[in-house]
């Protein structure tokens, strides 16, 4: 390529860069397709993220473009309180990432949550505290103190990727006492990308809330959310798509994780967002054959894969995104209904282990015709 060209290509991507800097780039949302449930509504959160205020690459106002981008409904940006690597040419000042945020955040109608990173050695490592009031008081050398003051605001707080150092892996006798303090409500079974199977068994024997988020520093690539390529996120079940309805929510511990393929939570609202996901329809009998038609419809972003546990149905079912599946299996006589048991092998409701569901194909009923009789 010639110097010319090389310059105009120049000069091109730096006007792009100026145009979205300005806003006047046009920028265009796709809503993630995962239904409400039944008494609540289905917000899409990333919340954990970082800004320049900290160790991230971008402006807070990039950071709710992306996520509005994206099809989230909820944002929190967490810097680091005790590191702060651009603070020579960014000044340490905890609450401007959340301020500067807001207007664009009102302006997107993304649910902004102002929250901070809590960050220590591991152990006991590092937490998250968020719907808080202001983050100075938090800058306190003792763990406790800090934890106090952020319960004192009636923070919600969670234990951040506890694996990040597996060397140094653990429950130690410091996350007893934050959790005996009832401090500690929640924990990242999702980081990023990667799933935390030790922390998933924490999160069901503590009955902490599961957390699912990006941690992202880098500016987003992504153009939109797609099925196969999203950032992971906490579906959070709340009353109403409002900040008070999913601080309660998080609380009361109603949230499932999307992660790459993966569906992860508590069995009840993982059966939750299937049964609202998956429609079985257009029965057909075959009386002659022994034989029942139906089909099974998926109206949600999330692939679903089955695998058969009872003794009727196929083997396997897949049901991709958006889709529908046309099934036929025998049975010993279409006026009974048929039970169909499955696993759901990527909505993980513990360790290694799936979604058991039933699927009920209800029996063919015939209405006999008597004797005619002329009154």
């Known amino acids: 390529m010639n110097a010319s060209l090389r310059s105009k290509g120049a000069m091109m991507g730096m006007c792009l860069v100026l145009l979205a800097a300005t806003g006047l780039f046009a920028q265009v949302r796709r809503e993630i397709r995962i ?26 106002t990039v950071r709710v473009d992306e996520a509005w981008r994206e099809g989230l409904d909820a944002l929190s940006i967490t810097d680091h309180i005790e590191y702060q690597p651009h603070k020579d040419d960014v000044p340490t000042n905890f609450e401007r990432p959340y301020e500067i945020a807001l207007p664009r955040a009102k302006e997107r109608d993304i649910l902004l949550i102002r929250g901070a990173e809590i960050t220590r050695e591991t152990p006991p490592g590092h ?11 938090l800058d306190t050398e003792d763990l406790l103190d800090c934890m106090d003051a952020a319960d004192k605001q009636g923070a919600f707080i969670f234990w951040n990727h506890p694996g990040w150092i597996p060397e140094k892996k653990g429950w130690f006798d410091i996350h007893t006492t934050l959790y005996q303090n009832k401090y500690l409500r929640g924990i990242e079974v999702v980081n990023g990308s990667g799933y935390d199977a030790q922390a998933h068994a924490w999160a069901l024997e503590k009955r902490l809330t599961f957390l699912g988020n990006s941690d992202i520093h880098a500016p987003s690539m992504l153009a939109e959310s797609l099925p196969e390529s999203h950032r992971s996120m906490t579906l959070v079940f709340a009353q109403a798509r409002s900040v008070p309805a999913l601080k309660e929510a998080l609380i009361e511990g109603r949230t499932a994780i999307w992660c790459q393929d993966r569906l992860i939570g508590r069995p009840e609202y993982l059966e939750a967002i299937f049964d609202a996901s998956v429609t079985l329809t257009d029965i057909q009998y075959d009386a002659d054959a022994n034989q029942v038609s139906f089909r099974l419809k998926n109206d949600s972003d999330i692939g679903i894969t089955m695998t058969r546990t009872g003794r009727a149905g196929p083997r396997s079912i897949s049901l991709p995104p958006g889709t529908m599946v046309l099934v036929r299996t025998p049975v010993p006589d279409v006026a009974t209904p048929l039970t169909l048991e499955y696993t759901v092998t990527n909505f993980l409701a513990a360790p290694d282990e799936g979604l058991p569901i039933r699927l009920t194909v209800p029996g063919q009923i015939t209405i006999p015709i008597g004797p005619y009789k002329d009154e």
């Not at 409400?36 to 919340?47: A, E, F, N, S």
């Not at 937490?127 to 008081?137: C, G, Q, R, V, Y």
């Open 127 to 137: 937490f998250n505290a968020i719907f808080l009031d202001e983050i100075k008081p």
């Open 35 to 60: 239904p409400d449930i039944p008494g609540y509504r289905t917000l899409k959160c990333d919340l954990h993220t970082h800004t320049v205020f900290s160790d991230g690459l971008v402006w807070p």
